[in-house]
């Protein structure tokens, strides 16, 4: 019978994403007042992050198992875990008509 177990005192994990997609919408047109060509970009940088403290597993969890006499039999130091997760959202898109180029880029973070 083996028995084996993993405890750290600190965990902790940081989870970078990156996303671009591109739609490219035209029209041909020989109304001065419409548009002719129009065109998107946009960028995700999505991140998240966890660190933790105390006793804690390879999952950064309160460590637990299965005692056959005692049942279900945690750690009496738990694993404090604490998270966050943020997304950076940037569309570039521009117009062709007419008059020239006209940009309009948005910025947005959730």
Same mark, same amino acid.
């Given at each position: 019978?083996?028995?084996?177990a993993s405890?750290?005192?600190?965990?902790?994990?940081?989870?970078? /994403?990156?996303?671009?997609? &591109?739609?490219?919408?035209?029209?041909? +047109?020989? &109304? /001065?007042? /419409?548009? #002719? #060509?129009?065109?998107?970009?946009?960028?995700?940088?999505?991140?998240?992050?966890?660190?933790?403290?105390?006793?804690?597993?390879?999952?950064?969890?309160?460590?637990?198992? &299965?005692?056959?006499?005692?049942?279900?039999?945690? +750690?009496?130091?738990?694993?404090? /875990?604490?998270?966050? +997760?943020?997304? #950076?959202?940037?569309?570039?898109?521009?117009? #062709?008509?007419?008059?020239g180029i006209?940009? &309009?880029?948005?910025?947005?973070?959730?």
């Open positions: 019978v083996g028995v084996g405890v750290v005192l600190l965990c902790a994990e940081v989870d970078l /994403k990156a996303t671009v997609s &591109d739609a490219i919408l035209g029209s041909i +047109s020989t &109304d /001065k007042t /419409k548009d #002719l #060509l129009h065109f998107d970009t946009k960028i995700e940088l999505q991140g998240s992050a966890y660190a933790g403290g105390g006793i804690c597993n390879s999952n950064c969890e309160t460590p637990c198992t &299965d005692i056959p006499i005692l049942g279900h039999v945690c +750690s009496p130091i738990p694993c404090i /875990k604490v998270s966050f +997760s943020k997304t #950076l959202t940037l569309e570039i898109g521009a117009t #062709l008509d007419v008059n006209h940009p &309009d880029p948005i910025w947005t973070v959730k």
